[in-house]
């Protein structure tokens, strides 16, 4: 079965800290998805990145970084020099691979709630 | 641009009361739509998805249905609300790069 695990249920930190969220999934399939959401206190969830299974390489796109290993099945998100803006409920999600008919639904963690303090 | 609306953003019905809410997705075609719901606290659980008109496929069993009477409109019913039908509910739609886009959601308490 799948499953995504993250056991940081709140972090608190102070605006400019480094912070990193945590992630492991289990899954059965060799070809998946992984995914991270922000969910603002507004409700609407923000796509932030998807990482296909067979690329390993770590990505960035500015204060955002993911770092994916297979050998531990994590995908953690870091932020570098957090804002306030920051603040949000994050969402980590593993799918199957959607071949034009099937499910692809996401599988959710339940989220980690990060406070970013002035 | 693909642009997905649900409506009502806020709902209050009470308990024994029926339910409709609405999705619709604008500038792609035959998309694959999702009903989620995220209890208070708690992450979001897949309800129900459809890849077509017509086709429904329920993920949990519950006293909720889903519905798709156009290529990109997805409804999410129920004859009778319970309590625990209280939550965040979100659609969303695949790309063909098997990302998920969300709607604003609605928020649904049950009294």
């Known amino acids: 079965a799948q499953k995504v695990t993250q056991a940081q249920t709140e972090i608190s930190v102070v605006e400019k800290e480094d912070v990193t969220l945590d992630c492991v999934y289990e899954t059965r399939d060799t070809t998946y998805y992984l995914f991270w959401y922000k969910q603002p206190p507004s409700g609407e969830l923000v796509f932030l990145i998807r990482?296909?299974?067979?690329?390993?390489q770590n990505e960035i796109s500015g204060r955002y970084s993911w770092n994916f290993q297979k050998s531990t099945s994590s995908f953690n998100f870091t932020i570098t020099a957090s804002q306030v803006v920051d603040s949000a409920v994050y969402f980590c999600?593993?799918?199957?691979?959607?071949?034009?008919?099937?499910?692809?639904?996401?599988?959710f963690g339940k989220g980690t709630k990060l406070s970013v303090k002035p | 641009s693909q642009t997905i609306h649900q409506w009502p953003a806020t709902l209050v019905q009470p308990v024994g009361s029926p339910l409709s809410l609405e999705c619709t997705v604008e500038?792609?075609?035959?998309?694959?739509l999702y009903w989620y719901r995220q209890a208070a606290g708690r992450g979001l659980q897949l309800l129900f998805y459809s890849v077509g008109i017509g086709q429904i496929s329920s993920e949990v069993p519950q006293n909720l249905s889903a519905s798709r009477p156009q290529d990109r409109q997805f409804i999410l019913s129920s004859k009778k609300l319970l309590l625990s039908d209280s939550g965040f509910y979100l659609c969303?739609?695949?790309?063909?790069?098997?990302?998920?886009?969300f709607g604003p959601g609605t928020r649904l308490t049950v009294l």
């Open positions: 969303a739609w695949i790309t063909g790069y098997n990302e998920q886009f």
């Open positions: 500038g792609t075609s035959n998309p694959n």
């Open positions: 999600a593993l799918s199957e691979v959607n071949y034009g008919g099937s499910q692809g639904n996401l599988i």
């Open positions: 990482r296909n299974s067979f690329d390993e």
